[in-house]
C-alpha cells in the first residue's frame, strides 16, 4: 500500500483481555518496528523484525507482550491480559532495510483499558 | 545506553518568531540523527536527518538542523515559524550497523501563536 496501515485506529478494551493490533507495511519494506507511545513518555521501542523474525524483541515490557510476522508483510502485537498500564498510542513503522535511513510511521492504534 | 533529551517540553511562539528546539544525545560512538514532527491528528513524518557530511542540514518546510559531535547536540532551527509549525517535535537517534531501532526523546510541544 502506499502508507502504513494499523488497525484498529482505537481499542477499548477491558482489563484482564487480550488484544491483537494489526500493522500492514509499504510493500516491499522488510523492517517492521512497534513502538509505545505512552502519555508523558515519548516513545518507546517494542520490537524490531527483519522479514518474519525478530532479532531485537529487548523493549517488550513483560511476557504478557509478544508479536509476530507472517509472509515478510502483516504483523501482529498481542497483549495478553491487559492491565490499565498498557494504555498508550501503539505505534508501527516499516522502512526498506533495517531503518538507519529513518521510517515510516503509521497513524497507530490508540488502546485504552478500561 | 543510548538516550536522548530534550530540553525542552513546551515552547509558545508568535509567528515570524525564530525557533530553536534543544537536543542531546548519550553515545560516545557514531550515530545517526532524526526529527521527526508529529501535526496534530497525524502520524509522525521525518523531518530531516544526519548520517555524515555537512553538519549543517536541511530538511522539509524551512527546518534545519546542526550536529556539533563535541557538544552531542543536534538542535533543530527554524528562521520564522508559522502557525502551521503548531506539532509536537521528536529528536531520536540510531547507532549505524544495529537493528535501525530509534531512541527518541521525550518531545516538544511547540505552539505557535498566529
Known amino acids: 500500500g502506499a502508507g502504513v496501515s494499523q488497525s484498529p485506529s482505537n481499542k477499548v478494551t477491558e482489563k484482564g483481555k487480550d488484544v491483537e493490533l494489526r500493522c500492514d507495511p509499504i510493500s516491499g519494506h522488510t523492517a517492521l518496528y512497534w513502538y509505545r507511545q505512552s502519555l508523558g513518555q515519548g516513545l518507546e521501542f517494542l520490537i524490531y523484525f527483519q522479514g518474519n523474525s525478530a532479532p531485537d524483541k529487548s523493549g517488550l515490557p513483560s511476557d504478557r507482550f509478544s508479536a509476530e510476522r507472517t509472509g515478510g508483510s502483516v504483523s501482529t502485537l498481542t497483549i495478553q491480559r491487559t492491565q490499565q498500564e498498557d494504555s498508550a498510542v501503539y505505534l508501527c513503522a516499516s522502512s526498506q532495510q533495517r531503518g538507519s535511513n529513518g521510517y515510516t510511521f503509521g497513524s497507530g492504534t490508540r488502546l485504552t483499558v478500561v | 545506553a543510548q538516550s536522548v533529551s530534550q530540553h525542552n517540553h513546551h515552547v509558545i511562539l508568535s509567528e515570524a518568531a525564530s525557533l530553536e528546539l534543544g537536543c542531546n544525545y548519550s553515545?560516545?560512538?557514531?550515530?545517526?540523527l532524526f526529527w521527526y514532527v508529529q501535526y496534530p491528528g497525524q502520524h509522525l513524518q521525518l523531518l530531516l536527518k544526519?548520517?555524515?557530511?555537512?553538519?549543517l542540514v536541511k530538511g522539509i518546510k524551512g527546518f534545519e538542523a546542526e550536529f556539533i559531535k563535541s557538544k552531542f547536540s543536534f538542535n533543530l532551527r527554524k528562521p520564522s515559524v508559522q502557525w502551521s509549525d503548531t506539532a509536537e517535535y521528536f529528536c531520536a537517534v540510531s547507532s549505524p550497523g544495529n537493528t535501525g531501532k530509534l531512541i527518541f526523546g521525550q518531545g516538544t510541544t511547540l505552539q505557535v501563536k498566529p
Open positions: 544526519y548520517f555524515s557530511g555537512d553538519p
Open positions: 553515545y560516545g560512538g557514531t550515530v545517526n
